[in-house]
């Protein structure tokens, strides 16, 4: 810690309460490992009374840490049972909940509700959760936040009389240090936070602050007439104002008991009275602040101090006074609560709604709670309810209040870590300005005045600084118009710029169209030109047509009667050739496919005798000489097999070799071991002989354990490879399944090894642990020597310390180098299996025999691993508790250790022989059992060239009866073919009948001459003569198309025109590109100057056939034509549906009408 805690209860000065969490950004930076990577952030500062000297930003260290993002209010609501009064009275129930602790509430509406309320929050408690259940899930959270460096919040809000004081105090006795089971949050909350900070140099002081009838009182203090103010502190850049109440006293304490006490000298003080809904009914708010100091040290060295701080309000219900019975004074004081928590409620929506105006000044409990409400605070609600039907109303306004305020959005914000140093010259300076007013104080020296008249100029100097915050306020919103504004600026600028550029494209194209435009006019007239040829064309085709349709009338009723004769004559002569043809046909066919099908039995008959006969010669000749490979094969397999055995033999001399080298090693490192505990006894000093005898033993102990767990490795890899040859040779049709279990196996093995090696981790820790509690005895030792002889236990200190970490670092080494052989040794056995997996897949098809024999060895060898495994642990902690015992009693036990030493190496030289003999009888265990395998496949083999050879007789005997059944086939086949050629011979042919519907021969007469229509060139020279005296145009008349009847261009898809059909010709206008309604326009053909026709045409019958049309235009003339690319007219789109001036009616043409 900085220093010695102040006395608990011990009340320091009047003054404002400082915010522990906010402090101004330092100018100067100052580097440090730990919070190198952090950025500082502006936060709110402490109100200094006035005349206390400023500490220089320069020298300040921030550690501010990062903001946190946005959080919801938790919001956590706990009902209440009916009390004694709510049963006589037969209240019934009308809250539920989902069990002690869940999320949801739900009130039941009565009978007449259409359905139920169900609200959400974050938890939900019954009456059925105890005090502690709501400490552990609600409170302790919050906490461990404080500690953090949050600032937290609790406070509970609901009607009078639902529990409210019971859950923040609850029962405040403390007796002998033990809680009752009815002790509120407050208390718990002090007895886990000095259980959390046992470990750290921390200071924790309390505040409690009273709000009856809006004024602000002291529970701590020992003057009650002492009034309290609030200010707010001056807001920084990028935050906002914080609340701080002037006046108020802080308790520093240093046991959760202390804290209890000023909580029961505070809650004593309370304002509480009866009412008919409570007997002990609050008639004030209440907060309960507890703000905690924790010393840090960075990587560095340097030492800074975190803060936090709980407040925990305890809110004065709200009550109906008709229910309450409350009276005079007492009505007065529930209407000034109610008004509060009205002023509350607002502030709620206000946020809720994000709303530009907070009420947080039409109320003293919500300015003393802006900071929890919307600020950067970490806040939590608590909303007591009753599931009496009684208080029905109240309930759901308390959980209408609760879920409108789960909607509030705060910024919590971790507080800045401040550098020692920098804390304990802000506490010089203040302790050199209070010694400065108590000597002006004594001496009367200084400037004196009227409480009055200080209050008065304190006023003054609050009002000129509102004044000053709303005028930098309004500053700050007209620079913010002002920005916008020159923005709305900028864009009109830009805006009105891109409209110029479109202007200028779009008379361009306006001009371009108004050329397309006049060239399609001059289009159109050449067009109704043609169009009026062709329609004199068409009227002459259709006189001829009427002609010579009545010529081919006549012809067609005497073709009619022509065809009907031919069609009865050629019916009589189809009527005897489809019979002739129909007999010959059926003749012809009828015997040549008797014969051939007859032909085809036979000789299918013959191939079939023939392929039968290769068939039986080619399946017996496969047979043999399949016997004869299997004979080959089997007595390969014998050669095979012998020389697999004369392997095994080698391999089962190696292994004998290397058990004998793996004793002869063992031996030596038990003679290593026996002369390094020679030298710990000679080195070890006085001080620390029971330690290093500890160790020793530990290291023996440890590695007689791997000795006898290798031991075993061996015994059952031994046991394995012996149980997996004897299976792959006796039970390949089970291959599969021992694969897994040789992969089960394997996992265990590794897991064992695993396990070893963490087993050896966990030991060499333990001896490092060892050592750092023997260096901090002998710190704690060396401390209470005197300071003349402490430079020679410093020497000793540091010689002790270097023997000790050269015997640890050998004990490591040989550890390290056990657990590496062993992995080793796992290696090995592991490629051994796969080797001799790999050998004996070539054999799996031939076994046929069980499994059971090495699955029971398997899990034996399984539970003896486990066993082993025990024991290691077991050993590793029994060895760790002589150990600590050991160590404690130092020198009493080192005579007994050493002998129990050296009775541990002869221990281990016996083990380790008896473990040699036990894997060589194994190995001869398991040669005998693999000779005998090898021996029954022998057998096996010889069976198998029996029954080959008995499959050869058995298909020679199949060949011979095959034969036999081949040749009773030819006379079954032949014979009844024999009598089909016979009765296809005999069938009768069919004869002719006479019909009687020959025709007679007749005479026709018909007309021989045709009409024709005169030539074309004609035709139209005649009309173009007959046009130039009646169309000939005015002086000065421009030809327009509007008044002509709409045509379609026989040249083109589509001639858009968008004049009406009228009976006079119209004013003749220029045509632009801003009356037009034209939306396409073929502007690649152009045409000279045109007179307008006669529009008067005469239409076809509308049941006439017409003639084609012939066109005059041909592409010739269309080629010709300039080509103007049609993207031109991308300007005219969106304007098709504008009427040109001067028009009526117009519309688009696509056709000719009529």
């Not at 008959?605 to 010669?617: G, N, P, R, Y």
């Not at 063992?666 to 290093?692: T, W, Y």
Request: glycine share 4%; net charge negative; aromatic share 4%.
């Amino acid at each position: 810690m900085a220093g010695p805690r102040p006395a608990s209860g011990l009340p320091t000065r009047r003054t404002g309460i400082r915010q522990p969490t906010r402090r101004t950004a330092s100018t100067a930076v100052e580097k440090t490992t730990a919070q190198s990577s952090k950025t500082s952030t502006p936060t709110k500062v402490r109100q200094r009374s006035p005349g206390e000297p400023t500490v220089p930003a320069k020298k300040e260290r921030n550690y501010e840490r990062e903001v946190s993002a946005d959080t919801s209010i938790h919001v956590v609501v706990r009902c209440r049972g009916r009390n004694e009064q709510e049963v006589k009275e037969n209240s019934g129930v009308a809250v539920s909940t989902e069990g002690v602790k869940g999320k949801t509430v739900e009130i039941s509406m009565g009978p007449n509700a259409v359905s139920n309320k169900t609200y959400a929050f974050d938890k939900v408690f019954s009456p059925g959760a105890n005090q502690e259940i709501v400490y552990e899930d609600v409170v302790l959270p919050i906490v461990n936040e404080m500690l953090a460096g949050f600032n937290c919040t609790i406070f509970a809000y609901g009607q009078t009389g639902t529990g409210k004081t019971y859950t923040m105090s609850g029962d405040m006795t403390d007796t002998l240090g033990i809680l009752s089971d009815n002790a509120g949050i407050i208390p718990r909350v002090l007895y886990s936070l000095f259980h959390k900070l046992e470990e750290t140099d921390s200071t924790v002081k309390c505040s409690f602050i009273e709000l009856y009838n809006e004024e602000l009182r002291d529970l701590l203090a020992v003057d009650d007439k002492t009034k309290l103010k609030i200010f707010d502190s001056e807001p920084k850049k990028g935050q906002s104002g914080s609340t701080l109440v002037q006046g108020v006293e802080e308790t520093y304490i240093d046991s959760a008991s202390a804290g209890i006490k000023l909580l029961q000298q505070g809650s004593y003080k309370r304002q509480v009275a009866a009412t008919k809904c409570n007997d002990l009914s609050s008639r004030s708010h209440t907060v309960f602040t507890i703000s905690v100091c924790t010393k840090r040290a960075t990587e560095s060295g340097e030492d800074y101090v975190s803060s936090g701080k709980l407040n925990l309000v305890d809110l004065a219900g709200s009550e109906n006074i008709q229910r309450s019975g409350a009276e005079n004074k007492r009505a007065a004081e529930a209407g000034l609560i109610n008004k509060s928590l009205l002023t509350l409620g607002r502030v709620i929506n206000a946020l809720v709604d994000k709303s530009s105006h907070i009420p947080y000044r039409e109320s003293k409990l919500t300015r003393l709670l802006q900071d929890s409400l919307g600020g950067r605070t970490k806040t939590c609600i608590i909303a007591t309810i009753t599931n009496s039907r009684s208080n029905l109303e109240e309930t759901i306004s308390t959980l209408d209040y609760a879920f409108r305020a789960k909607n509030i959005r705060n910024m919590p914000q971790i507080n800045p870590n401040m550098l020692k140093r920098t804390l304990l010259r802000e506490y010089t300076f203040e302790i050199q300005k209070l010694k400065s007013e108590l000597i002006a104080t004594r001496h009367r020296n200084g400037v004196y005045m009227p409480a009055e008249a200080y209050e008065e100029m304190t006023m003054e100097s609050e009002s000129r600084r509102i004044v000053n915050e709303e005028q930098r306020a309004k500053i700050e919103s007209m620079e913010s118009s002002l920005r916008h504004k020159v923005q709305e600026l900028f864009a009109l600028t830009s805006n009105f710029n891109n409209l110029k550029k479109d202007n200028e494209e779009t008379r361009v194209a306006l001009n371009s169209t108004n050329d397309i435009l006049q060239k399609t006019e001059i289009v159109l007239r050449q067009t109704q030109a043609n169009l009026e040829e062709e329609e004199m064309l068409r009227q002459a085709h259709q006189a001829t047509e009427g002609q010579l349709r009545g010529i081919g009338t006549e012809l067609l009723s005497i073709l009619n009667g022509s065809v009907e004769d031919v069609d009865g004559l050629h019916a009589k002569l189809q009527r005897k050739a489809d019979l002739e043809a129909v007999n010959q046909k059926n003749w012809q066919a009828s015997t040549t496919e008797v014969s051939e099908i007859t032909g085809r039995v036979d000789a299918r008959v013959e191939a079939f005798q023939l392929q039968h006969s290769k068939l039986v010669e080619v399946m017996s000749e496969k047979i043999n000489q399949f016997v004869a490979t299997e004979l080959s094969n089997i007595q390969s397999s014998r050669s095979q097999v012998h020389d697999f055995t004369a392997r095994f033999d080698k391999v089962e001399s190696m292994a004998k070799a290397q058990t004998s080298d793996a004793r002869n090693e063992m031996n030596d490192v038990l003679e290593e071991i026996k002369v390094l505990r020679e030298e710990v006894k000679s080195q070890v000093g006085e001080g620390l002989n029971g330690l290093s005898a500890a160790a020793a033993r530990i290291s023996k102990e440890v590695i007689g354990e791997f000795s006898e767990f290798h031991a075993q490795l061996h015994d059952s890899y031994s046991t394995l490879g012996k149980n997996f040859k004897s299976v792959f040779e006796n039970m390949a049709a089970h291959l599969d399944g021992q694969k897994a279990e040789i992969n089960r196996l394997r996992s265990q093995l590794q897991e064992a090894n695993r396990e070893t090696v963490e087993a050896n981790r966990k030991v060499s820790c333990n001896m490092c642990q060892l050592l750092e509690e023997e260096q901090a005895s002998a710190e704690a030792e060396r401390d209470q020597l005197l300071s003349q002889i402490r430079m020679l236990m410093e020497e000793s200190r540091q010689k002790q310390l270097n023997r000790l970490k050269a015997k640890f670092d050998n004990l490591r080494t040989d550890i390290s180098s056990s657990g590496d052989s062993l992995e080793q040794a796992t290696v090995q056995h592991d490629r051994q299996i796969d080797e001799w997996v790999f050998r004996s897949e070539q054999f799996a098809k031939d076994v046929n025999t069980s499994r059971d024999d090495i699955k029971v060895k398997m899990q034996n060898d399984w539970e003896v691993f486990d066993q082993r495994n025990a024991s290691i642990q077991k050993t590793t902690e029994s060895v760790h508790e002589e150990t600590v015992r050991i160590v404690d009693a130092q020198m009493k036990d080192m005579g007994r250790q050493m002998e129990a030493l050296d009775d541990f190496v002869a221990k281990a030289r016996s083990q380790n022989g008896r473990y040699h003999e036990m894997h060589l009888k194994n190995l001869d265990d398991m040669a005998n059992d693999v000779r005998e395998s090898y021996s029954t496949m022998h057998e096996q083999l010889a069976g198998l060239s029996d029954r080959v050879e008995l499959l050869q007789e058995d298909t020679a005997e199949q060949k011979d009866i095959l034969n036999e059944s081949t040749a009773p086939l030819s006379d079954e086949v032949r014979q009844p073919l024999s009598e089909l050629r016979a009765n296809v011979q005999n069938r009768p042919m069919k004869e002719y009948t006479v019909t009687g519907a020959t025709p007679k021969k007749r005479k026709y007469e018909y007309t021989s001459t045709l009409p024709q229509t005169e030539p074309h060139d004609a035709l139209v020279s005649r009309l173009r003569n007959s046009k130039e005296l009646s169309t000939l145009p005015f002086n000065g008349e421009q030809i327009s198309p509007n008044g002509s009847t709409p045509t379609a261009s026989p040249s083109k898809h589509y001639v858009y025109n968008d004049a009406d059909e009228v009976g006079t010709e119209p004013p003749t206008s220029v045509i632009t590109a801003s009356n037009t309604g034209l939306r396409e326009v073929d502007a690649n053909v152009v045409a000279r100057p045109l007179a307008c026709d006669d529009p008067s045409a005469t239409p076809l019958a509308e049941d006439e056939d017409q003639p084609p049309l012939k066109r005059h235009c041909s592409s010739s003339v269309a080629d010709k034509l300039p080509k103007i690319p049609t993207r031109r007219t991308a300007g005219m789109d969106d304007r098709e549906n504008i009427p040109p001036v001067g028009t009526v009616g117009r519309r688009l043409r696509g056709a000719p009408s009529g």
